[in-house]
């Protein structure tokens, strides 16, 4: 089980002079499932970049094990940090294995040589994330799930402690989205990885989230254990939406179901 903290401390970031987070103050709790929820262009995603490096905040800083990120070497910060953005791009033509092979490039130095330990780091990821039989395949001739996967396993190659992943299921239907959330519930509980990830869904990031953090026009809405965030309270905040919070039968977290203008009833 992983100890690195992830802290966030009032943190403000945006682009330019638009201005998208606002004191933002954030624990990531270590070896747990974090799912990050809310409207679109609330700020989810400019967290994320916050919290892995690829953006300066303008206040406010992030910590990794009471060090701010923004002034670790990158190479050192990508040994325990990784991110798996949104609608990562691969080379042309690049096969399978040589992409989840690029995940070691954190640890190499300038005169150091692919080892076994990268041997056996690529090929526990391969066989953690099912891409085995897919290594000399051209990524862009995979199937969105099975891209997705690789993407993952390249992270998973890394070898960090913490992932961070924006919107990990998006363009992919629902078995894959089930697929890929196993996948990593399968990496959190075998190898105590802590994961953060934004989602759109939030009934698929209830039921696979130990903690929930709801972000609304950029400032941090609540967070807690799903039971005490997804409410009808908090979706009404969120979205500007009715709804009705049942259990879900599988798992036993809330369950939302949104009400439309076509199913108030009488």
């Not at 989840?100 to 190499?108: A, T, V």
């Not at 890394?158 to 239907?173: A, R, S, V």
């Not at 979205?239 to 369950?255: K, V, W």
Request: charged share 20%.
């Amino acid at each position: 089980m992983t100890n690195h903290t992830l802290l966030v401390e009032d943190l403000v970031a945006g682009y330019g002079d638009r201005q998208v987070l606002e004191g933002i103050d954030l624990e990531l709790l270590p070896g747990k499932v974090t799912a990050i929820v809310g409207a679109n262009a609330s700020g989810k995603s400019t967290l994320l970049r916050a919290m892995s490096r690829l953006l300066t905040p303008s206040k406010g800083r992030v910590l990794l094990d009471g060090k701010a990120v923004h002034q670790t070497p990158t190479k050192q910060l990508a040994r325990t940090l990784g991110l798996l953005p949104q609608s990562p791009l691969a080379p042309e033509g690049i096969t399978v294995a040589d992409l989840i092979g690029r995940g070691r490039h954190p640890h190499h130095g300038v005169f150091s040589r692919w080892s076994k330990q990268d041997d056996e780091a690529v090929a526990a990821a391969m066989e953690a994330t099912r891409t085995v039989d897919l290594a000399d395949r051209p990524v862009d001739e995979l199937s969105g799930g099975q891209r997705q996967r690789v993407w993952i396993a390249m992270a998973l190659a890394q070898g960090t402690d913490i992932l961070l992943l924006d919107e990990p299921t998006t363009f992919l239907d629902i078995s894959h989205q089930v697929e890929v959330l196993d996948l990593l519930t399968d990496l959190n509980r075998a190898r105590g990885t802590t994961i953060v990830m934004v989602l759109h869904d939030l009934n698929l990031a209830a039921r696979y989230a130990d903690r929930l953090v709801a972000i609304s026009s950029g400032r941090l809405c609540v967070s807690g254990a799903p039971s005490e965030v997804l409410n009808e309270v908090t979706v009404k905040t969120l979205f500007g939406m009715e709804c009705r919070i049942i259990a879900d039968p599988l798992s036993g977290r809330p369950h939302m179901l949104p009400i439309g203008r076509h199913h108030r009833g009488e």
